[in-house]
């Protein structure tokens, strides 16, 4: 529970918060996700880390815009990885701990790189550039599920939350590429 005042990101927070409380879970996503050993963490030891990406940002909204895919300032990093809540609503059992109220969400998390795509004398791709981004795209997808299903250091209202994960969903849009999973939860609300 957030106590009277406080604020995530900037953003006052409520005793009851339904749609916060999924946004704290994504956020706690994907900071295991993203986690540099050289700044202190809420995760030490943490062994979920993806390869890093140019943006990492939980999306206020179901449909994610791939602003970070072929961007050149992003030094040593690629991509974008995301999380955005797709819905938030009562457990149709209402049932939650001592006086209150469980509900249920669905979120998708995940990741967009650069893809090899043809050039501008119109050549494609060869094999090897092709196969390479189906593997990180691969690699991708299991390490978003490793840190959601897996990975030790989660907080423990991360293990509370039930999450069950869906499906994995790849997608493609010119020279970017990726895919997300979607995933479900459940958790209380008290006022």
Request: net charge negative.
């Amino acid at each position: 529970m957030a106590a009277p005042g406080c604020r995530l990101h900037g953003v006052p927070v409520s005793a009851a918060r339904a749609v916060v409380g999924v946004l704290e879970l994504l956020s706690d996503l994907l900071e295991i996700m993203t986690h540099d050993d050289s700044e202190a963490s809420d995760f030490p030891g943490l062994d979920c880390v993806l390869d890093p990406f140019c943006r990492v940002a939980v999306y206020p909204g179901p449909e994610v815009p791939w602003d970070s895919c072929e961007v050149d300032d992003c030094a040593n990093s690629d991509g974008q990885l995301y999380a955005a809540i797709q819905s938030v609503a009562p457990h149709p059992s209402n049932t939650g701990t001592a006086g209150c109220e469980a509900w249920v969400w669905t979120a998708a998390v995940g990741a967009v790189r650069c893809m090899a795509k043809p050039t501008d004398d119109m050549q494609f791709p060869t094999v090897e550039q092709v196969q390479a981004d189906a593997a990180r795209q691969a690699v991708d997808a299991d390490g978003i599920f490793n840190a959601i299903r897996c990975c030790a250091p989660r907080v423990q209202r991360l293990k509370d939350a039930a999450i069950v994960v869906t499906t994995w969903t790849p997608v493609v849009d010119g020279g970017c590429g990726g895919g997300f999973w979607t995933i479900t939860g459940r958790f209380d609300v008290c006022c």
